[in-house]
């Protein structure tokens, strides 16, 4: 599910990051303690090779990912796809995955969709997958009304879009939409299908699986091909393969930026540390404290709460994220200006990639 999101306008030392976790803790929130254990999220670390992550050493770490981003790319992507196909064919294990994600157009102007899509095609052990994904104009979340109005135009939408990558891929998925939402459903037996990243009016995602792990090679080529001019960038995502696994991979594009994203265990007082490795190439991210905004905001819906610190370029951010608005939009944003005691930003995150 998309989130609503808030950022700070100002940055933040990290001296300030931990008064800010006094002031949240005086209005009776439970921010993490200085010397709390936290799980940190690292993104877009751009490296020079993928030996760069031993900087992280001293710190444990899960689900590292490699992350190939090839961009201005205007060549044949089934023989990209094929490429990194056959080498984790030759490396697979029940913990490598791989996946390459390219943007697609729909062809329609929509009023409540972005033009530009994404799909992915991935190769997990002894299985495949393809997933598409649309992007909303907007952000709206389950239990939210305030676009009712358009529910017909939403539906009608995002029906037209499914059906016309479903025929591109020609894939057995069956499109459905009552006065309410849209539904998908295949009527294979053979292969466990997803439908995900929900919002009020149904689905905006949907992975389809497949034993044969060729199945999805010339589909996703031509998907691929219908889109217009160079893509910004495409994507390939490596995780579980060893170092010397990564250093055979990297030989397949001579072009293209390495950048890595996993999660860190460390204490809340090690993040100053920990951005620093990063060397002003990357962006990392920790929970401060989660809460439910009837605990202090007792007007209006109540909606689950997340604030946390963005770190970036040896400077912080404080975020807020909620899972629905529980008052109106101008008034959720004044809320969280009151409660922070800063100038805050709506800065929805991007879908893709």
Same mark, same amino acid.
Request: hydrophobic letters at 40%; aromatic letters at 12%.
């Given at each position: ?33 200085? $010397? ?11 490296? /020079?090779? =993928?030996? #760069? %992550?031993?900087?992280? *050493? ?98 009608? $939408? ?11 891929? /020609?894939? =057995?998925? #069956? %499109?459905?939409?009552? *006065? ?174």
């Amino acid at each position: 599910m998309r989130e609503h999101r808030w950022v700070t306008l100002s940055s933040f030392t990290f001296n300030e990051v931990i008064q800010m976790t006094q002031r949240l803790r005086a209005v009776g929130l439970n921010p993490a303690d200085p $010397e709390k254990d936290v799980i940190s999220y690292i993104e877009e670390w751009t490296v /020079d090779n =993928p030996q #760069d %992550i031993r900087v992280l *050493d001293p710190w444990p770490l899960e689900d590292i990912t490699l992350i190939h981003v090839l961009e201005n790319w205007n060549d044949d992507f089934f023989l990209l796809a094929g490429q990194y196909h056959t080498l984790v064919q030759q490396y697979q294990s029940v913990n490598t995955y791989c996946s390459l994600c390219h943007p697609w157009t729909i062809e329609e102007h929509m009023v409540t969709l972005l033009q530009d899509a994404m799909f992915w095609i991935g190769f997990r052990h002894a299985h495949a997958f393809i997933r598409t994904r649309l992007h909303t104009t907007e952000i709206v979340a389950p239990g939210e009304t305030w676009a009712d109005h358009q529910r017909p135009m939403w539906l009608a $939408e995002r029906q037209a879009a499914f059906r016309s990558v479903v025929n591109i891929l /020609d894939i =057995p998925i #069956d %499109i459905m939409s009552n *006065d309410q939402y849209i539904t998908l459903q295949t009527p294979r037996s053979d292969t466990p299908f997803f439908c995900s990243w929900p919002d009020a009016f149904g689905p905006c995602q949907f992975e389809l699986n497949s034993p044969d792990v060729f199945e999805f090679l010339v589909p996703a080529s031509q998907l691929a091909a219908m889109y217009p001019g160079r893509p910004k960038s495409v994507r390939a995502y490596l995780t579980g393969f060893s170092e010397d696994q990564l250093i055979d991979f990297d030989s397949l594009e001579a072009s293209k930026r390495l950048i890595y994203r996993c999660s860190v265990h460390s204490v809340l007082n090690e993040l100053p540390e920990l951005l620093t490795c990063l060397d002003q190439h990357g962006r990392l991210y920790s929970t401060l404290c989660e809460f439910q905004t009837s605990s202090v905001l007792p007007m209006g819906q109540d909606a689950a709460a997340i604030i946390g610190v963005v770190g970036s370029h040896n400077t912080f951010h404080i975020e807020v994220r909620l899972n629905r608005y529980p008052v109106n939009h101008e008034e959720t944003t004044q809320w969280l200006e009151s409660l922070l005691g800063t100038p805050m930003k709506y800065a929805p995150l991007s879908a893709f990639p």
